[in-house]
């Protein structure tokens, strides 16, 4: 059969062949029988933009939209889930602006709005997302899983959990998908104890859950340390039956892990059919967020001879563990593991090696690391700001802190500590109480015991011993050992004998 012959019905199906598989290159082939066809075919157009969208070729899918003598909402959706799935949300954006000027697109369907509002979840841009769901509110589009779906995670990344909520609660009807990315988005959020409250009112539709409901409820125990209700969904799940997929399975043996109960987390791991690098590297962090480091790095050993490939999350718990053990050999030899494997670009590998070489006493090694990330985020400045602090480099600290503010990183709880300890390593007092009453307030951050601590530390260093005195005495929070330790040691290096005795009855009183 000549290929000029070849039906229209026949081409069509070629064509959902071609898409489904993203060949191309035979894709264009019917392109060109298009071209070269008499009378224009706006459903077979409609397919060829969608072509060249899933085969990452939106501008091509752009210039077939642009020359269509007629279009419909078909040919506007495909394009701006092209646009959307390539990368280009703002195009998406641009898109549905020019379609709403168009006589063939004055009604514009749910597919159009989910991929508008998904758009607007990409770029965080809210105030677009609100006329979207004025929009889809006024037209009833709203009652559609898939839209309410993009309402709820558009919230949720633009961090408006009120509106989500009100969303997830006016729109009747039950949607597995909606309440996933409640709880995903309330733990995504810190909002714990909403989470807990959404599904512990779940009773009734506890047969609908499904497996990404399962792994969301564990992050969810695992993030708020509820043992209890861990045990309930565990049990929940072995009493329903459910085939254990590898990553509830995983999502078990993390829960147990950050809830401290590692024997579970052991049994958990022995029990499941199907191991795979999640569920290895998921037990591995399971000993390590618990203090035994040295049988999460074991388990490496025993990932090699089942076979399993480790990734970049391996990786980061491996060396994490290694920072514990302060095993610098055993590090330099997963730095090279990691970066002959191809992982070690990562930003987790590369924040955990920047951990694992400051805690085992090798800075410059930790600072190499750092220089040679191509990306950074704030855990990897707060581990160099932190690091540099503790091995006594104050002004190289303080130098990568103002580094981070002009790269245009907020400041955390963390941050502070670090920069707190670097102007004590330097006896800048004044800046300290800069950085202490006036940087940090302008955040929003609350100062807590560790600030406060190295503050004390910092005004002993500078043999301002009397104003540690008071600042303790006046300051509201509760101090631990370190501080009073700091102020007793102080006592007896500058020969505050009178004070030294009034700080050792005092710890005396609260360490009896």
């Known amino acids: ?69 007629e279009r419909n909402v078909v040919s506007g959706s495909a394009l701006m889930a092209g646009y959307l799935h390539n990368g280009m949300p703002s195009q998406a954006l641009h898109l549905i602006k020019e379609m709403s000027f168009e006589e063939n697109f004055e009604h514009m369907n749910e ?42 995670h558009m919230y949720f990344e633009s961090l408006h959990m009120e509106d989500a909520l009100r969303v997830y609660e006016t729109v009747p009807g039950f949607d597995v998908f909606a309440l996933n990315s409640m709880i995903n988005g309330f733990v995504g959020s810190g909002r714990l104890n909403d989470a807990v409250d959404l599904v512990s009112g779940m009773g009734k539709e506890v047969e609908l859950w499904d497996h990404v409901t399962y792994v969301a409820v ?31 399975g995983s999502g078990i043996v993390d829960m147990y892990g950050k809830c401290g109960d590692i024997e579970s987390a052991r049994r958990a791991f022995v029990e ?40 970049e999350f391996t990786y980061a718990v491996l060396l994490n563990s290694c920072a514990g053990l302060s095993a610098l050999k055993i590090g330099d030899a997963l730095n090279a593991h990691a970066e002959k494997s191809g992982y070690k670009a990562h930003l987790v590998v590369g924040n955990a090696l920047i951990n694992m070489y400051s805690k085992s006493g090798s800075i410059e090694d930790a600072r190499n690391a750092f220089g040679g990330m191509h990306q950074r985020d704030i855990i990897s400045w707060n581990s160099i700001i932190t690091g540099c602090s503790h091995h006594g480099l104050g002004r190289e600290a303080l130098e990568a802190f103002h580094d981070m503010l002009t790269e245009g990183e907020v400041p955390t709880y963390v941050t502070f500590v670090g920069v707190l300890l670097a102007c004590g390593n330097l006896g800048l007092v004044d800046d300290g109480l800069y950085y202490l009453t006036n940087f940090m307030r302008d955040l929003g951050i609350q100062p807590g015991v560790e600030h406060y601590t190295c503050m004390v530390r910092l005004l002993c260093r500078a043999g301002q011993l009397d104003k540690a005195e008071n600042f303790m005495t006046y300051t509201c929070t509760e101090w631990d050992i370190i501080a009073w330790r700091t102020l007793l040691s102080a006592c007896q290096v500058h020969k505050y004998y009178n004070l030294g005795k009034r700080v050792a009855e005092h710890i005396l009183q609260l360490y009896p």
């Not at 062949?17 to 035979?26: A, D, P, T, Y």
């Not at 618990?290 to 399993?308: H, P």
């Open 111 to 152: 597919y159009v709005f989910a991929t508008a509002l998904a758009s607007c979840s990409e770029m965080r841009a809210l105030e677009q997302g609100l006329q979207c769901h004025a929009y889809v509110l006024k037209s009833g589009l709203v009652f559609h899983s898939h839209v309410r779906n993009a309402l709820l």
């Open 218 to 248: 564990l992050g969810l125990c695992a993030a708020s340390k509820d043992l209890r209700l861990g045990w309930q969904i565990h049990d929940q799940i072995l009493r329903r039956g459910i085939q254990f997929s590898v990553f509830v």
């Open 1 to 69: 059969m000549q290929s000029s012959s070849i039906s229209r019905q026949t081409k069509l199906s070629l064509l959902k062949v071609f898409i489904e598989n993203k060949k191309l290159r035979s894709g264009k082939s019917i392109h060109a029988q298009l071209i070269k066809a008499p009378t224009f075919d706006l459903i077979q157009t409609n397919h060829l933009i969608n072509l060249y969208s899933k085969c990452g070729h939106p501008g091509v899918a752009r210039k077939v939209f642009d020359t269509m003598p």
């Open 272 to 311: 499941l059919s199907v191991k795979n690098v999640v569920s290895w590297t998921a037990v591995m962090a399971a000993f390590a967020q618990n203090g035994l480091f040295e049988e999460a790095l074991k388990l490496f050993l025993e990932m090699g001879i089942d076979g399993v490939q480790p990734n």
